[in-house]
């Protein structure tokens, strides 16, 4: 179905009978106009959900994908809130990386139990997608999946292909899917950075969109339900979306007013999200990307690198951030115990900063600058950047300017797909 025939739904006492009336790929709850001035407080779409009584779940048995980000604004799950009200049915809860409840490092879950806490059935949907997803969803017998995580923007984060996957997964299974949206907490102004070749999908990148989405998620599955899905499922999943109220594109996560709760281990801060589409990259190097430290991505180092590293990439003249000389000592992950040297980003201007470039002049100047320089052994370099090109360039001694142009082309394309997809200011 073409977007310029998807219905969206105004933010009103409507929106359960909006609910009923929707039947094609996706139908949506549009944003109101946010209030001027700072201190304004965005309205998530799951409190716009609850305070509509949620109409939208009427009749319907429920399960959720979340985890530790699905809170409202007094940081109340939104789990145990759903389940103590009488008014929306909730059965069953799944869970993605890290688990439901948060209790999991990188690379695990929580596998499948009740939660101790209502009681509820939690199944693992982490590395599980197509028929494997699809049998879960009709094994919990739910009739409608809703999805409430919170991203960082990034490609490479895992929870945007948990949605992905789990849209594909309903659509095969014929269950409804809704998205309860949140803020992009990095701003959704433009996208930036390479887009993925299929030949490199993997749970770290589904389909071919750019390292630094700047979507919303749930702008981000109309794009997927329009371009993707079908082609997975062989149908679109029936699909209603859920917007904000007040948050605009510009806005970083400060400006909403809402609480971070950080969406893995990893991401501890809102800095963490803004550096994280860039310096995620050294997850592919024999470099420390700062896990084990109380600044993870922000930090980046590995034994024998010393001040030149940051003379080089302050020398890179790159706009909004400046380079700090660093040591540091990981408690765990990369160099575990040991002091190593690096150095610490220090973002001066949001608005001026791009993280993506970033995150390649200091792989060129790591490699510059120190010889023991190596990509990891597996080349997961590749996956994270999209395809090999970062890589290959690199080795052969292109400069910043020169990898990043090589992606203009395609990030052209996809910045005109996407326009078709966005839904706020």
């Not at 017998?141 to 995580?149: K, M, P, S």
Request: aromatic content about 10%; some cysteine; overall charge positive.
């Amino acid at each position: 179905m073409s977007l310029s025939r998807r219905s969206l739904l105004a933010v009103t006492g409507a929106v359960g009978a909006a609910s009923a009336a929707s039947t094609g790929p996706a139908a949506a709850l549009s944003p109101a106009a946010a209030p001027p001035g700072r201190g304004r407080r965005v309205r998530t779409g799951f409190d716009l959900l609850a305070a509509d009584g949620y109409a939208l779940l009427s009749g319907q048995k429920v399960g959720m994908v979340t985890n530790p980000t699905g809170v409202t604004p007094d940081v109340e799950h939104i789990v145990d809130v759903m389940h103590a009200d009488e008014r929306v049915k909730l059965t069953a809860v799944f869970g993605p990386e890290h688990g439901f409840r948060g209790t999991a490092q990188a690379g695990g879950s929580e596998g499948k139990h009740d939660d101790p806490a209502t009681g509820l059935p939690v199944y693992d949907t982490y590395q599980k997608s197509g028929k494997a997803l699809a049998d879960i969803f009709t094994e919990s017998g739910v009739d409608t999946v809703v999805f409430d995580i919170q991203d960082v923007g990034a490609r490479f984060y895992t929870y945007i292909w948990t949605l992905y996957d789990c849209m594909v997964a309903a659509a095969t299974a014929g269950k409804r899917f809704v998205v309860l949206d949140r803020p992009n907490p990095v701003t959704g102004r433009s996208a930036s950075g390479p887009v993925l070749d299929k030949k490199y999908a993997s749970f770290v990148g589904r389909e071919p969109i750019a390292q630094a989405h700047g979507m919303t998620v749930a702008e981000l599955a109309l794009l997927f339900n329009d371009r993707f899905v079908p082609a997975a499922a062989g149908k679109a999943v029936r699909l209603d979306t859920v917007l904000m109220k007040g948050w605009r594109r510009a806005d970083f996560f400060d400006a909403t007013g809402l609480p971070w709760v950080p969406p893995s281990p990893n991401m501890p801060t809102p800095d963490t999200a803004l550096v994280y589409s860039g310096t995620c990259l050294f997850e592919g190097t024999n470099l420390s990307e700062g896990r084990g430290t109380t600044r993870p991505f922000e930090l980046l180092g590995a034994e024998g690198i010393d001040r030149r590293w940051a003379a080089a990439a302050n020398a890179e003249r790159l706009p909004g951030v400046r380079f700090r000389e660093a040591y540091f000592a990981p408690t765990f992950s990369k160099f575990q115990g040991k002091t190593i040297g690096g150095v610490q980003l220090h973002v001066q201007d949001r608005a001026a900063f791009d993280p993506v470039r970033t995150g390649i002049a200091l792989l060129v100047t790591a490699k510059k600058v120190w010889r023991d320089f190596t990509w990891r052994a597996d080349n997961g370099i590749d996956r994270l950047a999209g395809s090999d090109k970062v890589r290959t360039m690199i080795d052969a001694g292109a400069g910043t300017a020169e990898v990043v142009g090589a992606w203009q082309a395609d990030l052209a394309k996809f910045r005109a797909l996407r326009a078709d997809y966005l839904r706020y200011r």
